[in-house]
């Protein structure tokens, strides 16, 4: 799996089949997903699952309103479901 | 007899039923009051954004742990159902999950015998997970705004939830006259949570079904529930490490009450009352295990959680640091 942070025009153009989670940043610019296709055009690559969770530890106030972070279930378990469009 | 005094007769009688009436409806409203006056809901509980072990809110028998709700939390096979009242504090940044409910084996890993309802606000999700570890769990969720005629019934146009609106403290849904919402959560028998197995009530109306018919399954729950197997319980919070409360502003809840069955639509109805919050210890015919009416008055803690009303046994609720009971109840 790949985790990366993208924009959000460069995500309206990926295969959402092949995308598992996704998390809007707060003010909606910037898409953090993971996928199982390699994509060029994006902002931040992270190495694997953790480096990414604590990414959004370190950068919350773009992230999580609470002050925390994504946690790596969240991650595993936030399932990204196209058809709900949320 | 002359008409006039039929009148004058007619008149007295008159006075006298009237007099009746008016005796019997003064001493029902007497009596009505009594009754009102046996269930004064009067607080809630008011869970503080800030979080960690000294803000957080837990059901605890000692050490911060209990294993009284073993019977159901340790049990994938046992029924289960919570019932409470809510109002959020969270706005639309706060862009992960606010945990409402939540077991724990005490440890600091999330999904060590988790039993977690939490509301996913990135996603606009009100999520049911069980299961023992990471190879083992099993989870479900219902889209909220996949289901608006039911949580927007009864809510003016700008408080509704919908696809772009998730729920908040501004798009709340319905709502009661106090502002909270009454939720329900239950569970059968079945080890998962399949669709068929769960069901979340929204001021007394059905979701509808889960998003996934069979759940969201990785491989065999099997929960632990003996003697040994302490249990973290927050409300409001993760178990795991006691934060994920909200933002912006306490949430509140009022009238918790957990049951060891799958209550009913029946009983929901009954537990929702038309928006009116009744005791939850006696208006369904299974009494809950443990019942707590945050009605405690502000000031020490001891007061607070001497003033919980729980079953013989049932852990009392520890209630820490900037979390409190508020005179704002539902």
Known sequence: MNYYIVTSEV?????????????????????????????????RKFNNINTCSNYTFTNHSSWVGDGTGIEVEELEDNTYISELDD | MGIGKISSLAAASLAKVSSLAKASINKIDSVTASFAAAFANTRSLSKSITTGSSNAVTLVSADGLTQYFNSVVGDETSPFSISFWIKPGWDNNLNTNIHLFAVNDGSSTGRAQQYRIFFNEANNRLEFRIGQNSNNRSLNFWALHSHTSVVNAGASGGDEISSSNFWSSTYTGGTNSNGFIHLVITKGTDGDLRASNINAYWNGQALGSAFYANGNNFGTVALSGGGAHEKRIAIGSNAHNLDKSGNNSATLYDEVAIFGVELSSSNVTTLYNGGVPQDASTVVE?????????????????????????????????????????????
């Open chain 2, 286 to 330: 299974e009494q809950p295990l443990a019942y707590y009416r945050f009605e405690g008055a502000d000031g020490t803690q001891a007061a607070e959680i001497s003033s919980v009303l729980v079953a013989s046994g049932a852990p009392s609720a520890s209630i820490q640091g900037d979390s409190t009971t508020t005179t704002t109840a539902a």
């Open chain 1, 11 to 43: 995500f309206d153009t990926l295969n959402k089949e092949n995308i598992t989670f996704m998390r809007k940043s707060i003010d909606r610019t910037q898409r953090i997903i993971a996928t199982s296709d390699t994509v060029s055009d994006r902002v």
